[in-house]
């Protein structure tokens, strides 16, 4: 059973820039979500998708957006970075309508100068 | 609002019990999860509580009260690779499925 799966690990981009991380889910896993943590707090919502559409989103900006594919697999998007953009980005997979045991990545550390 | 607090840091001795607490305000959630993390690493899960009480898993046990809007993560036989940060998670209702809102952490450093 494979695990979660992120890359990049680590990224410097430049404000304004746009960014893509992506997301491997673990097998069995039809939901991946996503979270930004910034340093010393808890992991933020950002959105979730299923089946490969939006199924509920956080309080970001229309900025951040995603896609999921076929293998469940999913993307990150960001467009016109801002400074407070650098965070860690989590991307956690897990089976529609389970509450629990979520499986989480790595995560990829964006810093945004 | 949806919020999970928690203490910021806690500090315990190798074989000694800690207790972390969680306090939350929402209009209402499935459950009670517990993650850990080390050093800005992928969270991984711990413990889940469905229904109040206590629920025991190896050295980590987790408690939760809907009635004090209250739960804990109780960590026993402290060793030192249990120095992380641990936060409570819960998934609200209404909303997106499988949406976790997370706590504000708690730092746990374990002394020899």
């Known amino acids: 059973e494979t695990g979660v799966t992120q890359s990049p690990t680590h990224l410097i981009k430049t404000r304004g820039q746009q960014v893509t991380l992506r997301c491997s889910s673990q097998?069995?896993?039809?939901?991946v979500s996503w979270y930004q943590q910034a340093l010393g707090q808890g992991p933020q919502f950002i959105f979730q998708?299923?089946?490969?559409?939006?199924?509920g989103r956080g309080n970001f900006p229309p900025r951040f957006s995603g896609l999921q594919f076929p293998n469940y697999s999913s993307e990150l998007n960001v467009n016109a970075l801002e400074l407070d953009d650098s965070a860690l980005y989590l991307c956690?997979?897990?089976?529609?309508?389970?509450?629990?045991?979520?499986?989480f990545g790595s995560g990829t550390r964006l810093t945004v100068v | 609002g949806q919020s999970l607090e928690q203490p910021s840091e806690v500090t315990a001795v190798e074989g000694a019990i800690v207790q972390i607490n969680c306090t939350y305000q929402?209009?209402?959630?499935?459950?009670l999860s517990w993650y850990q993390q080390h050093d800005g690493g992928a969270p991984t899960f711990l413990s889940y509580?469905?229904?109040?009480g206590l629920e025991e898993t190896g050295r980590f046990s987790s408690f939760l009260s809907r009635s004090d809007s209250y739960g804990y993560l109780l960590l026993q036989e402290l060793q030192m690779k249990d120095s992380a940060s641990y936060f409570c998670?819960?998934?609200?209702?209404?909303?997106?499925?499988?949406?976790?809102?997370f706590g504000t952490g708690t730092l746990l450093a374990v002394q020899p």
């Open positions: 998708y299923y089946r490969e559409e939006e199924n």
């Open positions: 998670a819960a998934p609200p209702y209404g909303g997106a499925t499988n949406k976790l809102i």
């Open positions: 097998s069995g896993h039809n939901t």
């Open positions: 509580n469905a229904l109040d």
């Open positions: 929402t209009s209402g959630f499935y459950g």
């Open positions: 956690a997979s897990s089976q529609q309508g389970v509450n629990y045991g979520y499986t």
